[in-house]
Each structure stands twice: as structure tokens, then as C-alpha cells.
Antibody, heavy 119, light 108 residues
Framework: QVQLQESGPGLVKASQTLSLTCTVSGGAISNGGYYWSWVRQHPGKGLEWIGY???????YYNTALKSRVTISVDTSKNQFSLRLSSVTAADTAIFYC???????????WGKGTLVTVFS | SYVLTQPPSVSVAPGQTARISCGGDDIGSKSVHWYQQKPGQAPVLVVFEDSDRPSGIPDRFSGSNAGNTATLTISRVGAGDEADYFC???????????FGGGTKLTVL
């Protein structure tokens, strides 16, 4: 079981870019076999998959967010990152990083970080 | 696009069996995964690939999937099982990961 920890600003100004990093411990991202993922949850609402990245840097995004999302991986730091551009209040959410198994399910999750978009 | 439908809430008395459904068109042809989320906490995988349990998840949690409905069954329900439960699939046609809207389980 790996541990994942999200980090980044808790407040982002509208129209700016949200940037978060997930640090993975207890296992190397470069070992392969997993899809390193971002999922968000609007306050009091359900879960929304944002996208994931493979250690080879292949990426897969939710089509609803694809034009604004970039997920990248830094195997030397054992981290992966999320950038979401042109944010609005509708992007206020708890953002989770998670480990995806075979592009199917998520077996380990970070604790989540709340990002609030303000104007 | 593919939609997963869950009842907003399910209530059950302690010691009884809770069944939470997840509906979708021919969902039986997909692999369904279930997560438990308690207030203020991250989701936890409780069932994967329809009916398998991760290590550490009690065998009171079980899953099934056929036709247009997948079901998470929790037997001998206790207060500690109160949580939101989400089903999830990967839809190969759209190449999307999809979650159901979630079901709040209340133990009476």
C-alpha cells in the first residue's frame, strides 16, 4: 500500500491556473503498472474523475475538462501534478490524488485538499 | 454518454442487510467498483471488479453485477458502516472513468 499526499494552494483566483502536486511514498511511480490519477469532489457532491498519467507520461483526461487540464509526472521526485487553467467558482472542490489499477479502479487515495476559487 | 444511477439514500436497522444498487445500461458487461466515504475522509475501495474485496475489507461487504444493475451488499450492518457509497466503472466506449451519484447509508 502506498501513501499519497496532495499539496498546493488552497485559494486560487478566478481565471488563474490551479496547480497541485501529489507526492507518492512507499512505492516508485516508475515501477509501472499503475495510473496516477486526480479526482475531485464538489462540496457535498459526488466524485468526478479528472484524468490520469502513466509513468511513461501517457495521459488520459475527462473529455469535459480536457481543454483545461494537464497532468504530468516527475519520476525523479516520485510526484505527479495537476494543472487546471481558467478556473471559476465552479472549480471549487476537494481534489484527491489516487492510484489507479489497470485504468479500472482506485485502490489508494490521498486525504484530499480543498481548493477554493475566489474572485 | 453512459450514466450510473444510484438511489440517494438507503436506511437499514442495525444487524440487518443493506443493499445499494447501481443502475446502468448493460452494466453487467462492465466491471463495477465500490467505494465507501465517511464524512471528512477520502473514499476507500471496498469492492472491485464486481465482487472482489481488497485486503482488510470485512467479508460482510460483497458485490454482484448482472443485467442492468450492480449491487453492493453489506450484511450485519453496524453504526460504523454509515457512509456514502459510490459505484464506479471505466466505460471503454467513451474512455471515461464514471462514478455514480452516491448513496447515503443510514443505520437506524
Amino acid at each position: 500500500q502506498v501513501q499519497l499526499q496532495e499539496s498546493g494552494p488552497g485559494l486560487v483566483k478566478a481565471s488563474q491556473t490551479l496547480s497541485l502536486t501529489c507526492t507518492v511514498s512507499g512505492g516508485a511511480i516508475s515501477n509501472g503498472g499503475y495510473y496516477w490519477s486526480w479526482v475531485r469532489q464538489h462540496p457535498g457532491k459526488g466524485l468526478e474523475w479528472i484524468g490520469y498519467v502513466f509513468y511513461s507520461k501517457n495521459t488520459y483526461y475527462n473529455t469535459a475538462l480536457k481543454s483545461r487540464v494537464t497532468i504530468s509526472v516527475d519520476t525523479s521526485k516520485n510526484q505527479f501534478s495537476l494543472r487546471l487553467s481558467s478556473v471559476t467558482a465552479a472549480d471549487t472542490a476537494i481534489f484527491y490524488c489516487a492510484r489507479g489499477v489497470r485504468r479500472a479502479y482506485f485502490d489508494d487515495w490521498g486525504k484530499g485538499t480543498l481548493v477554493t476559487v475566489f474572485s | 454518454s453512459y450514466v450510473l444511477t444510484q438511489p440517494p439514500s438507503v436506511s437499514v436497522a442495525p444487524g440487518q442487510t443493506a443493499r445499494i444498487s447501481c443502475g446502468g445500461d448493460d452494466i453487467g458487461s462492465k466491471s463495477v467498483h465500490w467505494y465507501q466515504q465517511k464524512p471528512g475522509q477520502a473514499p476507500v475501495l471496498v469492492v472491485f471488479e464486481d465482487s472482489d474485496r481488497p485486503s482488510g475489507i470485512p467479508d460482510r461487504f460483497s458485490g454482484s453485477n448482472a443485467g442492468n444493475t450492480a449491487t453492493l451488499t453489506i450484511s450485519r450492518v453496524g453504526a460504523g458502516d454509515e457512509a456514502d457509497y459510490f459505484c464506479q466503472v471505466w466505460d471503454g466506449d467513451s474512455d471515461l472513468v464514471l462514478f455514480g451519484g452516491g448513496t447515503k447509508l443510514t443505520v437506524l
